[in-house]
């Protein structure tokens, strides 16, 4: 089951758009099925930079209108009422550049990878920058007159590195306006829906990507007003914020609200983290912000191995040697056939089972909260490879 709690402005009766409901009471609720019951997802490399979708998926968007309260009450009976009572629950935030298509494509994957249940919270952020078009059928001909016309190439690339840096800025700006409503709808999901199904789910939080900053902004500005063990694990997978001030909201003052691990995982050749921090060098330093310039640092996904945090719950995973990993963003979704033993180690967090080092398999660790996933023939934290 995926279930969707959103501030993006609903676009039609069965659709959320890429704007912002920038009314912070607001919350949109509904219903996803996979109108496609053959759907089998492939693990696939695009994620941030691709809007393709995968091979089967055809979405149903069921928009709940109504008392956002009620409706969850109704639909924790459903739950109750069915097999899906007995899985376990992913609370994921999403990252960058993601349409609601995108994002409920990864929910269905994760859905599938894992056999979990999906809550996600989906926000706006590949907000609708057009490109400027100035020029760039003129620069184009050019080019076609003159492929060897390197100048030219390098004006209409431009634009399109304008286009993206300025959608990813506004993305950051959306992020920081969502807080309110993702504490609305953490506090939804937990008390209205979570806490009425029959039993105890097991339910875990997965931050994704630049889900990352926004969960920093939540963390930071009224982290410490949520106490309630609401999870048991919190993941922040592949972090597009920054590593070097990480400690400063993931600790035991600012994150209360899980009472197992918070995990941190790294790639150090993840590409989308490494284009994200190239920003400094695509511009010259007075055409960005102040904040723009700051935030050109090392990511939280692509930590060293530095442990920065003294909250004993944290346990960081380095992944960046693990077969079939490479330059991957999206590895949380890694199948079983592509890399067994990183589908186990997701599994496992994802599913809420206590963390034991046995399902890391292959590893190495200097502290025993800094683990890197090996291959066999690796021995020593200090062997794997800087990038």
Not at 25 to 44: D, E, G, R
Request: proline share 3%; hydrophobic share 35%; net charge negative.
């Amino acid at each position: 089951m995926i279930i969707l709690l959103s501030n993006r402005t609903v676009e039609t009766a069965n659709s959320l758009s890429d704007e912002l409901e920038t009314d912070e009471s607001i919350l949109h609720l509904a219903k996803v099925t996979n109108k496609n019951p053959a759907f089998t997802p492939f693990f696939n490399f695009e994620d941030e930079f691709s809007d393709d979708m995968e091979a089967g998926f055809d979405p149903d968007i069921e928009i709940i209108s109504g008392d956002v309260k009620l409706n969850l009450n109704r639909l924790a009976n459903e739950v109750s009422a069915s097999d899906d009572k007995h899985k376990a629950w992913v609370f994921f935030i999403h990252g960058n550049n993601q349409s609601i298509e995108k994002n409920l494509e990864k929910c269905a994957i994760l859905e599938y990878t894992h056999q979990v249940n999906v809550v996600a919270f989906s926000w706006p952020s590949r907000p609708p920058i057009p490109l400027d078009k100035s020029n760039l059928m003129a620069n184009i001909f050019k080019i076609i007159q003159n492929p060897s016309n390197l100048v030219t190439y390098g004006k209409v690339a431009k634009k399109f590195i304008d286009r993206k840096q300025a959608a990813y800025a506004q993305a950051r700006e959306n992020a920081k306006a969502s807080v309110l409503q993702l504490a609305n709808s953490l506090t939804l999901a937990n008390d209205e829906f979570f806490d009425k199904i029959d039993g105890t789910p097991k339910k875990s939080l997965l931050i994704h990507s630049l889900g990352n900053y926004l969960a920093e902004q939540f963390f930071r500005r009224v982290g410490s007003d949520y106490s309630k063990n609401w999870f048991k694990h919190v993941i922040f997978h592949q972090g597009d914020s920054d590593y070097d001030l990480h400690a400063e909201w993931i600790n035991d003052k600012k994150i209360k609200l899980c009472d197992g691990n918070i995990f941190i995982t790294h790639n150090r050749k993840d590409s989308i983290l490494l284009a994200s921090e190239l920003e400094k060098f695509v511009y010259k330093k007075e055409e960005l912000t102040e904040e723009q310039r700051n935030n050109s640092k090392r990511r939280l996904g692509r930590g060293d191995g530095t442990v920065l945090t003294g909250d004993d719950r944290v346990i960081y995973l380095n992944f960046t040697k693990a077969p079939m990993v490479s330059i991957d963003h999206n590895f949380f979704n890694l199948s079983e056939m592509a890399n067994e033993n990183v589908n186990r180690i997701m599994g496992s967090i994802l599913t809420s089972q206590d963390f034991d080092t046995t399902v890391l398999n292959n590893f190495s660790t200097n502290d025993g909260k800094y683990f890197v996933i090996e291959k066999p023939d690796v021995t020593s934290i200090e062997d794997f490879d800087d990038f």
